[in-house]
Nanobody, 126 residues
Framework: QVQLVESGGGSVQAGDSLRLSCAAS????????MGWFRQAPGKEREFVAAISLNGVRTSYTDSVKGRFTVSRDNAKNTVYLQMTSLNAEDTAVYYC???????????????????WGQGTQVTVSS
């Protein structure tokens, strides 16, 4: 059984930073693109970032480019999302996800991901 568990969310002030982690169990993340999505109240789940299986390639939504950095440690079966210069528009539940098909990159829509974490809340006060 594949499980993804996010951690690191919280309530911060605008301009602060947070680092989210996503620990996987049940299968190795090594062959798969890993992604981060977020969902704010009343909005659809949106793509935030993705990272290729070896970490060489990354993809970001425009609103977080230059502020967020996605990384992975395949030895630890863990993916990270470093978020800096947070603003109120970043407030959402953040989810990590594991790609459905090995080796394929990039993946930017929810249906391209097979497994999801339960989410971690990020709240940014202005």
């Amino acid at each position: 059984q594949v499980q993804l568990v996010e951690s690191g969310g919280g309530s911060v002030q605008a301009g602060d930073s947070l680092r989210l982690s996503c620990a996987a169990s049940g299968r190795s993340i090594s062959p798969y693109t890993m992604g981060w999505f977020r969902q704010a109240p009343g909005k659809e789940r949106e793509f935030v970032a993705a990272i290729s299986l070896n970490g060489v390639r990354t993809s970001y939504t425009d609103s977080v480019k230059g502020r967020f950095t996605v990384s992975r440690d395949n030895a630890k079966n863990t993916v990270y999302l470093q978020m800096t210069s947070l603003n109120a528009e970043d407030t959402a539940v953040y989810y990590c996800a594991s790609g459905r098909t090995p080796l394929v990159f990039p993946l930017s829509t929810p249906d391209q991901y097979a497994y999801w974490g339960q989410g971690t809340q990020v709240t940014v006060s202005s």
